[in-house]
């Protein structure tokens, strides 16, 4: 057994917590797992089902396309528009949806574990201000964050390789990877020869999937109830993103992080609890639905606060949180994305490995000849192989939104079965004040909550970069081999609506990219920035350890606490930063329960 902790075997807490945590995911599971270490008892309030492993399959239908593990649209619906100028909202149902269940979005992830780099957390002094944008300094350093990255690596045991076979890349880890490396798949392979072949640096993408069988707690001792239990090695079953992880291999908070906080005692999860309201009294109060939908109410001297960008934001706005500066929900970041598949003779069997296998930093900051610089590179990844099922965006199905119905359909469809390989850039978005989480005036959930509604609409940057990486995707791809290849238009910003027609060789085939609909702005699952962390209460939510300013008792520890996007996955950051700000709390909460600001 690789997770002896279910909801059948769960402990109970015997007296009051201390620490109320809201969302079981990349930062709550961290938290909680902290915070009982410390010595604290937690509650772990968890609006979705506690699955186990058990339950998890290779059913494309339910996972890929249904999103089994996405709230249901029908129960909880969100609103989506680009402007204020589009009215109340131009679409509604799901946007911007993570996983609702215990572990949240580490259940469905890929499990690509890339730690923000230098210039990430220096965005301003980095790049200079950006017109029409709201880019900011975060209030701490690479150097902050490095020995809590270590910490989340070693405990997740995350694959890679630091020194890449003895060649260089432009990102090191200072200690190595707990696990080695995965070998690459055929197509990875490829991506990696083309690289170097360009003169670019690939590397093998570091992932929390085991490459070998790896402990459930590292940190374990003798005599400790997870002691001695290992998750297995990955079994390349390719159902990785968007799936569960049917053995463990992947390093889920369910499997990982909570497995050790409840194993301390100290820790319960309290699964299918709506939080309808957070108060910031002394001590604070905690309004939620339970399983049989009753109103119950539980208070802590400290709550944080842990669900997501969106519904963290969206949870913090129905509580009517201190909020002297109108900032909660502002500054929402969701990354570009450019993405696309090429069609290669060769057979690429691209349902063989998991999700991302080989990357590159070369385009991380920007880079472009000529001196150009965006802000709004990024991390170039190989995808797949979910995105290579039938019914994923590159798949037999899948690939109609490519090149729509009809005669080029069956065309490329006859060409491409086990003949293609997906590439991704994850890049920057320009923050803007403008891009929010909101509570939308008309549409209410089953529990008659305000809907969250999302305005976003993608900067000129982030336009012209994704552009601009297109034509970098035209080189890799031509490199690789490819005998055509075709960008992915639901990946692409909505005011890209072309790339180029023909490489300098003439053998990649592409006609003009369709853009995504103006009604879901192109979104895709990353989300981060609503609660901004900062230096200046006049200028942030929250200090550089994810406490309101303005409610000393409230935390905060997921991705909203961002002050910029970043150029690769979030998850190992958010991981990394809600550790560090988990450890203030825990060594300050007597602090936090009074109204004070804790201290380092």
């Known amino acids: 057994m690789h997770a002896p902790y279910t909801p059948a075997t769960a402990p109970r807490l015997q007296s009051s917590p201390d620490v109320i945590v809201v969302g079981s995911g990349a930062g709550g599971g961290v938290a909680a797992m902290v915070l009982a270490d410390a010595g604290l008892n937690v509650l772990v309030l968890e609006k979705g089902p506690w699955y186990t492993s058990a339950q998890f399959s290779n059913d494309e239908l339910k996972f890929g396309q249904r999103q089994f593990f996405v709230q249901d649209p029908h129960v909880e619906p969100r609103t989506f528009r680009n402007t204020e100028q589009d009215g109340d909202h131009l679409f509604v149902g799901q946007v911007l949806g993570l996983s609702q269940c215990v572990g949240g979005g580490t259940v469905h992830y890929g499990a690509v574990s890339l730690r923000f780099q230098d210039a990430d957390f220096r965005a301003r002094s980095f790049y200079g201000p950006i017109a029409g944008g709201d880019l900011e300094d975060w209030p701490l350093g690479y150097a902050d964050l490095a020995p809590y990255f270590d910490r989340v690596e070693f405990l997740l045991g995350v694959a890679g390789d630091d020194t890449n076979g003895g060649r260089s890349h432009r990102f090191r880890t200072p200690h190595g990877y707990p696990l080695p490396a995965h070998a690459a798949n055929y197509g990875a392979g490829l991506f990696e020869a083309a690289a170097y072949k360009l003169g670019l640096n690939p590397y093998p993408t570091p992932v929390a999937i085991a490459s070998r069988p790896y402990p459930v707690d590292p940190l374990s001792r003798p005599g400790d109830p997870l002691h001695g239990l290992l998750r297995p090695a990955c079994s390349y079953c390719s159902f990785c993103s968007s799936y569960g992880c049917p053995i463990d291999a992947k390093a889920s908070t369910m499997v990982t992080t909570l497995q050790r906080a409840q194993?301390?005692?100290?820790?319960?999860?309290?699964?299918?609890?709506?939080?309808?309201q957070v108060e910031a009294t002394r001590p604070a109060a905690v309004n939620y639905r339970d399983a049989q939908g009753a109103s119950q109410v539980v208070t802590a001297p400290v709550v944080v606060l842990a669900g997501s960008a969106v519904d963290t934001a969206r949870l913090a706005l129905h509580s009517r949180l201190p909020d002297p500066n109108q900032l909660i929900g502002r500054f929402l970041t969701a990354h570009h994305y450019v993405g696309g598949i090429g069609v290669f003779v060769d057979r690429i069997n691209y349902w063989k490995g998991f999700w991302s296998m080989r990357c590159l930093d070369d385009y991380y900051t920007g880079d472009a000849p000529a001196g150009q610089r965006f802000f709004g590179g990024g991390n170039i990844q190989t995808v797949g192989p979910s995105a290579g099922y039938p019914l994923g965006a590159s798949g037999i199905i899948g690939q109609a939104q490519l090149v729509g119905w009809g005669e080029s359909h069956g065309f490329l469809m006859?060409?491409?079965?086990?003949?293609?390989?997906?590439?991704?850039?994850?890049?920057?978005?320009?923050?803007?004040?403008?891009?929010?989480?909101?509570?939308?005036p008309t549409v209410r959930?089953?529990?008659?909550?305000?809907?969250?509604?999302?305005?976003?609409?993608?900067?000129?940057?982030?336009?012209?970069?994704?552009?601009?990486?297109?034509?970098?995707?035209?080189?890799?791809?031509?490199?690789?081999?490819?005998?055509?290849?075709?960008?992915?238009?639901?990946?692409?910003?909505?005011?890209?609506?072309?790339?180029?027609?023909?490489?300098?060789?003439?053998?990649?085939?592409?006609?003009?990219?369709?853009?995504?609909?103006?009604?879901?702005?192109?979104?895709?699952?990353?989300?981060?920035?609503?609660?901004?962390?900062?230096?200046?209460?006049?200028?942030?939510?929250?200090?550089?350890?994810?406490?309101?300013?303005?409610?000393?008792?409230?935390?905060?520890?997921?991705?909203?606490?961002?002050?910029?996007?970043?150029g690769s996955n979030p998850t190992l950051t958010i991981q990394a930063l809600a550790w560090r700000c988990a450890e203030a709390l825990a060594g300050g909460v007597g602090r936090a329960a009074r109204g004070e600001l804790v201290r380092r």
């Not at 194993?263 to 309808?276: I, K, N, Q, S």
């Not at 390989?421 to 509570?439: E, F, K, T």
């Open 445 to 566: 959930d089953a529990h008659g909550l305000p809907a969250a509604r999302i305005t976003y609409l993608h900067h000129p940057n982030d336009v012209a970069a994704a552009t601009y990486y297109t034509r970098v995707f035209d080189g890799l791809f031509q490199a690789m081999g490819a005998s055509e290849w075709h960008p992915a238009p639901e990946t692409l910003p909505s005011a890209v609506t072309s790339v180029p027609q023909q490489g300098p060789q003439g053998t990649t085939q592409h006609g003009p990219a369709r853009s995504f609909p103006e009604t879901r702005g192109g979104l895709q699952v990353h989300q981060h920035g609503t609660m901004r962390m900062g230096a200046d209460p006049a200028t942030s939510v929250t200090n550089q350890f994810g406490q309101m300013w303005a409610a000393p008792n409230v935390f905060v520890m997921d991705g909203s606490l961002f002050t910029t996007a970043g």
């Open 414 to 440: 006859s060409k491409s079965l086990g003949h293609s390989q997906w590439l991704g850039l994850i890049g920057h978005d320009v923050p803007v004040a403008s891009n929010r989480v909101d509570l939308d």
């Open 263 to 276: 194993a301390t005692g100290r820790c319960e999860v309290r699964p299918l609890a709506t939080v309808t």
